[in-house]
T-cell receptor, first 115, second 114 residues
């Protein structure tokens, strides 16, 4: 079974703090994704990466950055957390493009509250 | 750019009732379509997907979805729901020329009363 592990399930951070959300997958997937999930808005793509050191902006990249130094690890960084970044963050991975038939697998999510 | 609309944000049904969740997308080209489910406290799981061929797709747990190209729709159905189907359901679209990017609808929370 594919396993996508997000290191922190629940975090509370102060406004202005730097926040790291870590994600690791164990199936040698090329693609990794960071989404945020908000009520009524579904999942919105923040960034994705299709290879080590490669990254692409998603729909809502503002206020975020990412790092992919190793194939299995994809980190989401909030340089200066703000209250409107309070959300559930979901990491996902896939073997290759969804358009070629490969499923995207999700982690359990990280609940971030910024106070 | 593609977008996805799920018309019902909350649905409450009794056990054994029939279910249909609407999903419409806006994109004129060829698409791949997905339904994901998120049970309380669990991660998102793929319920079913459509890539090509028969527009009526069967998924896990008795769910099915029908792709109607002329209506840009991919509605999810189940003839008889169970209490264990209580979850949030997300429709998602991948345009064939959009590479890896999935666009999700806003989700539908389903509550099944025992």
């Amino acid at each position: 079974d594919v396993k996508v592990t997000q290191s922190s399930r629940y975090l509370v951070k102060r406004t202005g703090e730097k926040v790291f959300l870590e994600c690791v997958q164990d199936m040698d997937h090329e693609n990794m994704f960071w989404y945020r999930q908000d009520p009524g808005l579904g999942l919105r793509l923040i960034y994705f990466s299709y290879d080590v050191k490669m990254k692409e902006k998603g729909d809502i990249p503002e206020g975020y950055s990412v790092s992919r130094e190793k194939k299995e690890r994809f980190s989401l960084i909030l340089e200066s957390a703000s209250t409107n970044q309070t959300s559930m963050y979901l990491c996902a991975s896939s073997l290759s493009s969804a358009s070629s038939g490969n499923t995207i697998y999700f982690g359990e999510g990280s609940w971030l509250t910024v106070v | 750019a593609q977008s996805v609309s799920q018309h019902n944000h909350h649905v409450i049904l009794s056990e054994a009732a029939s279910l249909e969740l609407g999903c419409n997308y806006s994109y004129g080209g060829t698409v791949n379509l997905f339904w994901y489910v998120q049970y309380p406290g669990q991660h998102l799981q793929l319920l079913l997907k459509y890539f090509s061929g028969d527009p009526l797709v069967k998924g896990i747990k008795g769910f099915e979805a029908e792709f109607i190209k002329s209506k840009f729709s991919f509605n999810l159905r189940k003839p008889s729901v169970q209490w264990s189907d209580t979850a949030e359901y997300f429709c998602a679209v991948n345009a064939r020329n959009a590479g890896n990017m999935l666009t999700f609808g806003g989700g539908t929370r389903l509550m099944v009363k025992p």
